[in-house]
């Protein structure tokens, strides 16, 4: 099983500008990688491969003797990058890979092998760099994979290692009627559960949208490259980080109680990327990220054996009656409560899409019989 270990670095004055040299040395292959990529297509109708770029970087290195300075395998691990920037493409219909920038907010490289990891000190080896103080606040047992070293806006430094412990992952668990719960994600309460509970949604990007858009006005009454402007950029950097931070602590929490007390989750599969095209509701959906919350639902179920279930996005959660199954064509968004003209039952919008959602994954997993341990 792999999982990552992410760690803050705390690099001195010389080490910061080596990371800087690697951090550039692999944007500059990756898009030059990319490059020939594009022109072997448009000549041969044939992408050029990995492993013949690799060997073309030994070439590059004569005409760029700067990048003698930078470890081999990081410059092979950009075209990896690339490889697998390609093949997501492919697969997943996901964007097209594009150059890389100077500009981008998160800057990063990948060290393949040959670093190490000294618990005791405290301290990273990194090749071509050395030994970098490092708060390894927990440890891990299993070979090690690719290491990969980030710069935040904020100058913050981190290392994330991918550890394989050679164990397998857990035995899906049965589930039933009482131990699964549906969960329905919205904008007013963050999650509404099958059970009745509501989470509130703590909207972090609301509560400092004001402070962010004065320290933007003053940003732009800078001189660009100023020290000035520079500090006012890397203050709004950290406003950004910290709502980031908050964020994720609140869906980390939320994520591991929701699996931890049951053995399956229902939820509904959404189209985000169509729904941020409605422009009132294009913050708020950004500010509850919905798809980062579901991924963290999902792996977690993977580590501990618990299931994730999940009924199709048409399908009509709150405007069905979870009593009797009466269908209300006309109910909008706007209504929030809603009485069921047949058995009478008054609703609560979320509470019933919830019921709903749990009731129908429940039922087309009976259906398709993928209700075992090994499901």
Known sequence: MLKAYKYRMYPNQIQQELIAKHIGACRFIYNWALENKLKSYEQDGKAISRFELNKQIRVLKEDHEWLNEINSQSLQGATLNLENAFTKFFREKSGFPKFKSKKN?????????????????NKVYIPKIGWIKTR???????KQRTATITRTPTGKYYISILVDDDK?????QKFDEVNTVGVDVGIKDFAVTSDGEKIDNPRYLKNSIERLKVLQKRLSRKKKGSNNYRKLKHQIAKYHEKIANQREDFQHKLSSRLISENQAVALECLNVKGLLKNHNLAQHITDASWSSFVQKLEYKAEWYGKNIIKIGRFDPSSKICHVCGYYHQDLELKDREWECPDCKTEHDRDINASVNIKKFALDRQNLIGINSPSG
């Open 105 to 121: 907010p998160v800057q990063s490289f990948s060290v393949p092998q040959y670093y190490k990891v000294d618990f005791g000190n």
């Open 136 to 142: 390894l606040h927990r440890s891990f047992d299993g």
């Open 168 to 172: 397998q992952l857990p035995q899906k």
